[in-house]
C-alpha cells in the first residue's frame, strides 16, 4: 500500500495560487491519485484525480512528474470559503475491483483575508 | 439528487446502549462504505459494501459493531454495547461500479456525530 506525505498544515492569503505538494514514493503502476476536500463538519468531497501529467478541471490543477512519486494540488486565486483539509490518496488496489482508500491526516489550508 | 442521506445526524447515548446509524445511498449507486473520524485516528474506513455485500470489514473495530445492507437503498451501522471511545462522527459513502484502476469518486453523507456517555 502506497504512503503518501504531505505537509500538515498551510497558510494563504485571498485571491493566491496555493500549491500543495505530496509525495508517494512507492505508488504502484496502476494507481491513480486522487485528492479530496473536507470542510468543517462535512464528509470529504473529492476534488480531482489523475494518473499521469496534468489535469485540470473547474476547481483545480494537478500536476504529476513523470516518475509520479509525487503530486501537486493547485488551486488558483484561493478564497475564504477554500479554507479546508486537502487529502491526497492513493488508491490500493484490491482483487475485485475494490479500490480502498487509505486517509492520511491531510493538509489543513488556512486562506486569510 | 439529494445525495447520500444519514440519520440520525445527532445521537447522544449512554454508555451500554444500543445506537443504530442509518444510510440512504444515492440511487445507482452500488457501492457503499461505512467510514469513523475522531480527531485522534482521522478518518477510517469501518466497512465496504458491493452489491449489498459485505466485502471488507477489517476496518470494523471490534464484535460490538455490526454493519448490514438489506438492499440497494439502506444500510445500518449498529453499535452494542456502545462506549465512550466510540464517540465520533460516522461517515457513510456510496459510488458508482469501478472503472479499471481508477478511482471511483465517493459522495459522502453530512455524517451523524456520537457521543457515548
Known amino acids: 500500500l502506497a504512503k503518501t506525505t504531505q505537509p500538515i498544515s498551510m497558510d494563504s492569503y485571498e485571491g493566491q495560487e496555493v500549491n500543495i505538494t505530496c509525495s508517494h514514493n512507492n505508488i504502484a503502476t496502476n494507481d491513480y491519485i486522487t485528492w479530496y476536500q473536507q470542510f468543517p463538519s462535512q464528509g470529504p468531497r473529492f476534488i480531482i484525480q489523475g494518473y499521469k501529467t496534468k489535469v485540470t478541471n473547474e476547481v483545480a490543477s494537478l500536476f504529476i512528474p513523470a516518475d509520479r512519486k509525487s503530486s501537486t494540488l493547485s488551486l488558483p486565486r484561493v478564497s475564504l470559503s477554500d479554507t479546508a483539509v486537502y487529502y491526497c490518496?492513493?488508491?490500493?488496489?484490491?482483487?475485485?475491483?475494490?479500490?480502498?482508500?487509505?486517509f492520511g491526516a491531510g493538509t489543513r489550508l488556512a486562506v486569510h483575508p | 439528487d439529494a445525495g447520500v442521506i444519514q440519520s440520525p445526524r445527532h445521537e447522544v447515548t449512554e454508555m451500554g446502549q444500543e445506537v443504530t446509524l442509518r444510510c440512504k445511498p444515492i440511487s445507482g449507486h452500488n457501492s457503499l462504505f461505512w467510514y469513523r473520524q475522531t480527531m485522534m485516528r482521522g478518518l477510517e474506513l469501518l466497512i465496504y459494501?458491493?452489491?449489498?455485500?459485505?466485502?471488507?470489514d477489517s476496518g470494523m473495530p471490534e464484535d460490538r459493531f455490526s454493519a448490514k445492507m438489506p438492499n440497494a437503498s439502506f444500510s445500518t451501522l449498529k453499535i452494542q454495547p456502545s462506549e465512550p471511545r466510540d464517540s465520533a462522527v460516522y461517515f457513510c459513502?456510496?459510488?458508482?461500479?469501478?472503472?479499471?484502476?481508477?478511482?471511483?469518486?465517493?459522495?459522502f453523507g453530512p455524517g451523524t456525530r456520537l457521543t457515548v456517555l
Open positions: 459494501f458491493n452489491n449489498n455485500v459485505p466485502i471488507d
Open positions: 459513502a456510496s459510488s458508482l461500479p469501478g472503472l479499471a484502476y481508477a478511482h471511483n469518486e465517493q459522495f
Open positions: 490518496l492513493v488508491g490500493d488496489w484490491l482483487s475485485g475491483g475494490y479500490n480502498k482508500l487509505i
